[in-house]
């Protein structure tokens, strides 16, 4: 059934998932699952920092998405509508716990490490990624959508109920921060003629 699956659109699965044959709704739900679970996992990964965390969300955003097909509902976007509930969550989360101090780095380790470049890489992408820990989350959210899920502005502002141009002056002032936090590194790289 899953080699059938695989044709229909998300909007048909989504349908099918409220199917009275159980069978069948849990395996149109483990085919969008399938498809959507990396890009909803790295979403919730970035922006609470901790896999622990960015796990438990995740978890409850396919609960919550499952059970939303089981009500009478039209989808018309299925990856925004994932995306949606994945950032309410984490809003919520983040607004009910206190923030984490520290970046859990296994969210973001390389599979293939080698010698020195490969540190200096781990190196400069932990502290990346402390850099994008600390922008405001509003800005880290636009620049994560934008440059690590791939969204279209039109895309992320639908998402975060914003204008395009202010989605686009986020990630712009999310950038120009980082530029301004990791300016000291990259500068100390390049006087150490490092190859990052």
Not at 54 to 70: G, I, K, N, P, Y
Not at 126 to 142: G, K, S
Request: overall charge neutral.
């Amino acid at each position: 059934m899953r080699r059938e699956l695989s044709a229909y659109s998300d909007e048909a699965l989504f349908q099918l998932m409220g199917s009275p044959d159980r069978r069948q709704a849990e395996a149109a739900f483990r085919e969008l699952y399938a498809r959507y679970a990396q890009r909803v996992y790295g979403y919730c990964a970035r922006i609470l920092g901790s896999r622990y965390d960015a796990q438990d969300v995740f978890q409850e955003t396919f609960l919550r998405f499952w059970q939303s097909a089981q009500q009478e509902r039209t989808m018309t976007n299925v990856p925004a509508f994932l995306l949606r509930i994945a950032r309410n969550l984490c809003l919520n989360f983040k607004r009910d716990n206190r923030p984490v101090a520290e970046l859990d780095e296994e969210v973001y380790a390389s599979p293939t490490p080698s010698p020195v470049a490969e540190v200096e890489r781990q190196e400069f992408s932990a502290l990346l990624h402390r850099a994008i820990a600390q922008l405001p989350l509003e800005y880290r959210e636009a620049l994560v959508l934008r440059e690590q899920l791939g969204l279209s502005y039109a895309e992320i502002a639908t998402l975060v109920g914003a204008s395009e141009s202010a989605v686009k002056v986020r990630v712009f002032r999310a950038k120009e921060k980082l530029r301004q936090l990791l300016a000291p590194y990259i500068e100390e790289l390049r006087s150490s003629g490092s190859q990052l």
